[in-house]
């Protein structure tokens, strides 16, 4: 019977190896053992971006990109964005399980009640520029945190851990919240605990003199379904940034504020704002043909496409195309919406992308959506990092209850010189002699 072995043949000295293949991996550090001699230190992996390396085991979220399949906890994303709100989803993918009545009440009284921020970062946040992007400000609000909770450094105490687990999802929209008015020069506006999570994070955003917010139920609905869209995607560049710097056991606080950083690059959570900038730019539907062809002449990305692990169309794409739908009846049709549904069109037909199994990603039409609703662009990177530090957090949590744990330190391939000789500044070249 054929074993679940690999056998190498090292033929630089003719001595074959056998590895055994666990859950269709073979452990790098297997590898170690193939050297030519006492004083090689053995043959390691080159994964530039860890493009073919699973970095942990995870039963938080699964994604098959070949059929287009994404689950958390087990669940079809389709039939939680069908049936559940965000802070049940949120429930799911820390604890593992969906909670009953009980449960999620708990939950919600929990998150309610967290949602205030000490008044010394409401004046933190008076510091910045008037005009200081709403991502720069969050990330560095979310770090600032970690000065009001300093017992949040005891990240192997699960209870300690939990607790500011609850305050980091609670404080997230009241934080970016407060850096969209900050934005646009708004008072700020205190939580209310009569609104649910997402019509709580409107009534920040949007009150202006009314006593009581009231959010159109339909938006609120429409921004629930898109945070359970962007709670968790397993092992995304965020999630791997969490990850290792929480495995230094810094405290959960910069651990997120590092994660949203990674998240606001263009190629990741970053692509929503640059997908609006796109469709600006290209203007109408008719010049659309003229930017594909831009694209496939490799001067520019289309942003909102493609995707390292999906080589089939984004499961998440697809339902947030059908709530643009339902947001448009109340909002009134982006026009936006035609330039990306005929971006969509061509570039599924065109070998280009077709080859390159490119299809639109979670971020092509969520912006569309978001603006729609009334986010500036500016908020958009903003409105995935609310709901991704749900799975920033779960997959922490999971990473400190696994026994493998280690400070993450890859190693390189060394390119460099070698025992140089010094120099003494004398004996240097005169500035400008060298090219620098
Ligand atoms: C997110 O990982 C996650 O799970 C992320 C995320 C999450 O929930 O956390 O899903 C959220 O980040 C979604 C992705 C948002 N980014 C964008 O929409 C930016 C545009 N997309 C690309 O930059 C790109 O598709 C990436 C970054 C998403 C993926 O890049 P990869 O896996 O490194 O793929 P690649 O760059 O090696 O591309 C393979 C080929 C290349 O062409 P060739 O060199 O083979 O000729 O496809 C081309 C690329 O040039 N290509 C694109 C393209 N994406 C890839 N060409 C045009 N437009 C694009 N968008």
Request: net charge neutral; proline share 5%.
């Amino acid at each position: 019977m054929a074993s679940n072995t690999l056998t190498i043949t090292d033929n630089r000295t003719g001595r074959t190896y056998t590895l055994p293949i666990e859950d269709g991996t073979v452990r790098s550090l297997d590898m170690r053992q193939i050297r030519t001699g006492e004083d090689d230190f053995g043959l390691m992996m080159y994964d530039p971006a860890f493009v073919n390396t699973a970095s942990c085991r995870s039963s938080v979220t699964f994604i098959d990109g070949e059929r287009g399949i994404l689950e958390y906890r087990g669940y079809p994303i389709e039939v939680l964005a069908e049936n559940c709100t965000f802070l049940e989803v949120a429930y799911l993918l820390l604890f593992g399980k969906l909670p009953n009545k009980s449960e999620l009440n708990a939950w919600v009284y929990e998150i309610t009640h967290h949602t205030m921020l000490h008044e010394t970062t409401r004046k933190f946040m008076e510091g910045f520029r008037y005009d200081a992007h709403p991502m720069a400000m969050l990330v560095s609000t979310v770090a600032a945190l970690s000065t009001v909770y300093p017992e949040a450094k005891n990240v192997q105490d699960p209870a300690n851990r939990l607790r500011q687990i609850k305050r980091l999802i609670a404080k997230m929209p009241t934080m970016a919240a407060m850096s969209y008015r900050h934005n646009v020069g708004f008072p700020y506006v205190y939580p209310d605990n009569d609104l649910s999570y997402t019509e709580n994070f409107m009534n920040m955003l949007w009150r202006m003199v009314e006593p009581k917010y009231a959010a159109n139920p339909v938006l609120a609905r429409a921004l629930d379904v898109l945070f359970i869209l962007h709670a968790d995607h397993e092992q995304n560049c965020s999630t791997n940034t969490m990850r290792s710097v929480g495995s230094s056991l810094a405290d959960p606080y910069l651990a997120v504020a590092s994660a949203a950083a990674a998240l606001s690059g263009p190629l990741h959570g970053g692509a929503n704002e640059e997908v609006l900038k796109m469709l600006n730019e290209i203007g109408s539907k008719d010049k659309v043909p003229a930017y594909i062809r831009k694209v496939k002449e490799g001067h520019i990305k289309l942003m909102g496409f493609g995707h390292r692990v999906y080589k089939n169309y984004d499961p998440r794409a697809k339902i947030i195309k059908r709530t643009a739908e339902q947001v448009f009846q109340v909002t009134g049709s982006n026009p936006q919406l035609d330039i990306a549904l005929e971006l969509e069109r061509i570039a599924l037909e065109d070998e280009y992308f077709v080859d390159r199994k490119l299809y639109p990603n979670v971020d092509f039409y969520s912006g569309i959506i978001y603006q729609a609703v009334g986010f500036k662009p500016e908020l958009f990177t903003v409105l995935f990092a609310i709901p991704r530090s749900v799975g920033w957090l779960a997959q922490w949590e999971e990473m400190h209850r696994d026994p493998e744990r280690k400070i993450a330190r890859p190693r390189q391939i060394y390119t460099g010189e070698r025992t140089r000789t010094f120099i003494p500044m004398e004996e240097r070249a005169v500035a400008g002699a060298v090219s620098a």
